[in-house]
């Protein structure tokens, strides 16, 4: 099996099987994030996370999250922030969008406050790279080892649809667990073949930033860096989900499974991406009518229409009649 199908095969098997929140492609890496991408993150929802689903279903700005607007007393939004005022401007205008900040004008001046406390909401992150066939690993090796070594999810898995041989476990660090992930299109089953070792996310880790022929260029990553990085990852992939994608317009695609993308012409999942009139099967259509968010909403812990959305449009509507 292809890589995206695979990979949104094994999201829509996670979705019914555990209450994690579930994103692909989410960059993993701390210094340059997105040198590391972490194929699917799984997370774990902590005791908090409720009151997070009713702030917002959008990702929350981490400089929203760290600036000093606080829910008590509004702030006059300029010293609120460290920053130039041009990106705390947009930090604002994107927190009172998505809801988790109101703003009121007093003696011509815009104040700000946070709608509700910012939540302590996940638990545990779990990376998955997939690999459907070892037999072309490419990086694989280099990419676990610098998931290992930074420790910035809590436990990172390899998922294939290989036969994995004592060869390939052999290649691979220890502390990374294997699943095997195969089966009929409707009937995929996990094997765990290996447990993961829990890695030390409280703990500084090392980072691979570049590496050139017989040199790496490694960066020592703090605690309280991974942590506010594992704090974006989470918001991220809260924000994001993992149906990324847009239906094709052609009238061999349909939905299933809870919006994966399958074409009846090839008869397996497709990456709508390469469907187009090229495609021998290609049949002009209108999009097939498909509310991903609502498949969303509906099988998962993320709430597509908080309460606090209805607040904020409220709110919005005041201000905007106030200018
Ligand atoms: S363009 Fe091709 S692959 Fe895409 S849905 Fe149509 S027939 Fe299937």
């Known amino acids: 099996m292809r890589e995206f199908p695979f990979e949104l095969a094994l999201c829509a098997h996670l979705e019914a099987t555990t209450g994690d929140v579930l994103a692909r ?9 997105s040198n590391r991408i972490i194929d699917v993150l799984c997370v774990e929802p902590g005791p908090a996370f409720e009151a997070r689903a009713e702030l917002t279903n959008e ?32 930090v604002v ?4 969008e998505i809801g988790f900040f109101e703003r009121e004008r007093k003696g011509g001046r815009e104040y700000v406050r946070q709608v509700a406390r910012y939540p302590d909401w996940f638990g545990r992150l779990v ?18 080892r610098k998931d290992v070594s930074l420790g910035l999810v809590d436990e990172v898995i390899l998922a294939t649809e290989s036969y994995v041989t004592r060869a390939h476990l052999n290649r691979i660090p ?21 447990e993961p070792t829990p890695l030390g ?24 860096e991974k942590a506010r990085q594992r704090r974006r990852m989470a918001e991220r992939a809260y924000g994001k ?9 052609c009238g061999e695609i349909e939905s299933r499974n809870g919006g994966l993308p399958y074409c009846r012409w090839k008869g397996r999942i497709v990456n709508p ?17 498909i509310d991903l968010d609502f498949e969303r909403d509906s099988r998962t812990p993320w709430v597509g229409d908080p309460a606090g959305r209805k607040r904020r449009q409220t709110g919005l509507d005041a201000f905007r009649t106030e200018e």
Request: proline share 7%.
């Open 25 to 33: 492609q989410i960059g993993g890496g701390v210094r340059v994030p």
């Open 174 to 194: 220890e502390e990374v667990g294997v699943w095997r992930f195969e089966g009929d299109d409707d009937e995929k089953e996990i094997e765990v073949i290996r």
């Open 93 to 96: 205008d994107r927190a009172v």
């Open 241 to 249: 989900g993992w149906r990324t994608y847009d239906f094709p317009a």
């Open 201 to 224: 996310t409280d703990a500084a880790g090392t980072e691979l930033v570049e590496q050139h022929a017989g040199k790496a260029d490694v960066r020592v990553v703090g605690a309280e």
């Open 127 to 144: 990376g998955v790279e997939n690999k459907p066939n070892l037999a072309e690993p490419g990086d694989l090796e280099t990419q676990l």
């Open 59 to 90: 990702r929350i700005p981490d400089a929203a999250i760290e600036s000093e607007v606080g829910v008590g007393q509004s702030r006059y939004w300029r010293n609120a922030f460290d920053t130039s005022p041009e990106y705390a401007r947009k």
């Open 273 to 289: 991406v390469r469907c187009g009139a090229d495609c021998p099967g290609h049949d002009p259509s209108d999009p097939p009518d």
